[in-house]
């Protein structure tokens, strides 16, 4: 079987199962009682919150720079590994690169919350703060790649990183075989990529639906122009959905076109309900990105009655103002 063109195969992702068992959590996947009731369905949480650095970004950080140990040696990796992360990759690199013995400069705009420069920080790696957006900070990453020979470990658009995710699709295979949605946060496609690439090889009936922000959603925007585009950077509960997509796009496009069926836009009045919802109902702090499935079904009526549907709580780096302003804009 030919290898596709975004270069993430079901094979690439046991092979990112392999390398980083030890390193990530095989996380719960649990029935919300609440949720399920609510909507007639049997809703599923996918607790990515309980991975050691609290995200999903964990499982890709580690399947890239266990890879390129595995193929060039640890000395490849001498000058260290780099990366311009909105938060929750930049500290999945830092853990990852620190477990492997690897050092790491994590270059963040300014846009990114105090809460999760400081995690980054904790965790051994050089912090860097570049501009106002997430394509200034990568500026900053190309200058340490040229010129001090650094190992660029990408947020998203690789096939490393995007199988690494993926991981998480076998898990809910496992789990839940006969899914019928896996409702996902969509930004630079890595997430929702790697776990559709998983989940349409072994059931292609279940449907990948993924969610993006009402504003400054680059592969909204993306798509709907049918090439890579850059849009503005807006703040919003969702930080981590923020940033571009990157115009020279080799990956996560063309997959994420691939495996996905539908695709929601969610208000920040929708996020916040739904961070505040979560909260109350099911005792779990997640930050905004991890609640935009639950803002799709709420605010977009979707019809799941009768379904077995997957959320995936991608992630719980939300500052305590951040959670503050979501509660304010609900009345709760």
Not at 31 to 60: M, Y
Not at 74 to 91: D, F, K, M, W
Not at 94 to 102: E, N
Request: proline share 3%; hydrophobic share 45%; net charge negative.
């Amino acid at each position: 079987m030919s290898q596709p063109q975004h270069g993430v195969s079901l094979a690439s992702v046991y092979q990112a199962r392999r390398r980083i068992a030890g390193q990530v959590v095989r996380t719960p996947l649990i029935r919300s009682h609440a949720l399920s009731e609510h909507f007639d369905a049997e809703i599923l949480l996918k607790l990515e919150t309980q991975q050691p650095t609290g995200a999903f970004k964990l499982r890709g950080a580690a399947n890239m720079i266990a890879a390129l140990i595995e193929r060039h040696g640890r000395e490849a990796l001498a000058a260290g590994v780099t990366t311009a992360s909105t938060g929750n990759h930049g500290r999945a690199v830092a853990y990852a690169a620190a477990r492997l013995g690897v050092p790491a400069t994590i270059c963040l705009s300014r846009l990114v919350p105090a809460n999760k420069v400081a995690a980054i920080e904790a965790l051994g790696a050089e912090v860097r703060r570049v501009g106002e957006s997430q394509d200034e900070a990568f500026g900053e990453v190309e200058r340490l790649v040229c010129e001090r020979g650094m190992t660029l470990i990408p947020p998203f658009d690789d096939p490393l990183i995007a199988a690494g995710q993926g991981t998480i699709g076998l898990e809910l295979m496992e789990d839940a075989p006969d899914l019928d949605r896996v409702i996902v946060g969509l930004s630079g496609g890595g997430l929702l990529g790697g776990i559709g690439a998983a989940v349409k090889a072994i059931r292609p009936e279940t449907c990948m639906t993924g969610v993006s922000l009402a504003r400054g959603a680059a592969m909204w925007e993306s798509l709907q122009a049918g090439r890579p585009v850059a849009v503005e950077e807006v703040t919003s509960l969702a930080d981590s959905l923020g940033g571009g997509v990157g115009l020279d796009n080799r990956c996560t496009f063309t997959l994420v076109r691939e495996v996905m069926n539908d695709h929601f836009q969610v208000s920040e009045t929708a996020i916040a309900h739904a961070m505040v919802d979560i909260l109350e109902h099911e005792k779990l702090l997640v930050e905004g990105a991890a609640a935009v499935g639950l803002a799709a079904l709420t605010e977009h009526g979707l019809d799941v009655s009768g379904q077995r549907v997957a959320l995936i709580l991608s992630g719980n780096g939300v500052a305590l103002e951040t959670l503050d302003r979501a509660r304010a804009m609900v009345g709760r």
